[in-house]
């Protein structure tokens, strides 16, 4: 069984071309299940029937599995699941029907224009780390990029006299986002008089690097913009995406169009992109309530 799911793994690596913290996390889950299976003294994959499924997403529950994370695992599953059809190690998929639980829909939380401006103002430009942070925190901003594509940025995918990157998000997938201006002028500052004097060798053609001159990680970032958070005194809780929800909303607010966000956002379905209006819908009704005489 693990040879199988090892093969699943390698085939999502190869053929599929997912990104590395999505095989992370495929391989967790479908980890778990297997030591299930082995607790049930389940000894193959044929084995591992509708029944065994629905057990084991019972113990998800009781554990106090949240909906969301239950349904991340089940979703695994079923890609799994389909996988041994494919390679006729089943003949019928046991998991087919199984519906994953409802989940109530989090509306992401962003930053004012003011709480973004009052981030965007923290980081100082007298040292070469400051000078970095200010222009990483301005491009998170100006482009909505996830924070795994700005890290994995090299100096090539930064155009900043025509104002756009290139990224690749998840499934590798290409894509060109355009740069504002100002982010653009504080990035050439950044490889002018920060990346200069932080990079230690100069083989590396990350953008962004840490004071060892190797490649700022996402948990890098996290701190960096935790600090700055901390620093401005901006309460909301700050996640490596609130910038990117920002972007987007502000977007939507000022009149540009799903389609286009879409693109900018590089989501696959509009529909993970619809969340935002619902956002803005919600933000209006407030304004509403609190301006209208008889709201």
């Known amino acids: ?35 299930f299976c082995q607790q049930k003294q389940v000894r193959s994959w044929g084995s591992a029937q509708k029944n065994i499924i629905l057990a084991y997403l019972m113990q998800l529950k009781q554990k106090g599995l949240s909906p ?3 349904s991340r695992r089940l979703a695994a599953l079923k890609s799994f699941y389909r996988f041994l059809i494919h390679e006729q190690i089943l003949e019928v998929n046991p998991i087919e029907n199984i519906e994953s639980p409802k989940i109530s829909q989090r509306l992401p939380k962003v930053l004012t224009p003011a709480e973004v401006e009052t981030l965007l103002a923290q980081p100082r430009s007298s040292t070469p780390a400051g000078v970095r942070d200010k222009a990483m925190l301005e ?22 006299k025509n104002e756009f990157i290139r990224c690749f998000g ?52 996290w701190k ?26 502000h977007l939507l607010e000022n ?19 619809q969340i935002y209006t619902h956002l803005t819908n919600a933000r209006l009704r407030d304004v509403y309530s609190k301006s209208h005489p008889r709201a």
């Open 1 to 35: 069984m693990q040879t199988i799911l090892d093969n699943y793994i390698y085939y999502l690596t190869i053929e599929k071309g997912l990104a590395e913290n999505t095989l992370v996390s495929y391989k967790m889950d479908l980890q778990k299940f297997l030591s």
């Open 68 to 70: 969301a994370t239950i």
């Open 139 to 160: 491009l998170l901003y100006a482009t909505g990029i996830r924070v795994s594509e700005l890290v994995d940025l090299n100096i090539e995918d930064i155009n900043t």
């Open 170 to 221: 998840k499934g590798s997938k290409e894509r060109i986002v355009p740069l504002g201006s100002v982010a653009a002028q504080l990035v050439e500052e950044y490889l002018l008089r920060g990346r200069v004097k932080l990079v230690k060798t100069q083989q590396t053609m990350a953008l962004f690097l840490n004071h060892h001159g190797r490649r700022l990680t996402r948990q890098g970032f």
């Open 224 to 249: 960096i913009i935790k600090k700055y958070a901390r620093q401005g005194n901006i309460e909301k809780p700050i996640t490596p995406h609130t910038l990117r929800h920002s972007f987007a909303t």
């Open 255 to 273: 009149g540009a169009d799903l389609r286009s966000v879409q693109e900018m956002l590089g989501h696959a379905d509009i529909s993970t992109t």
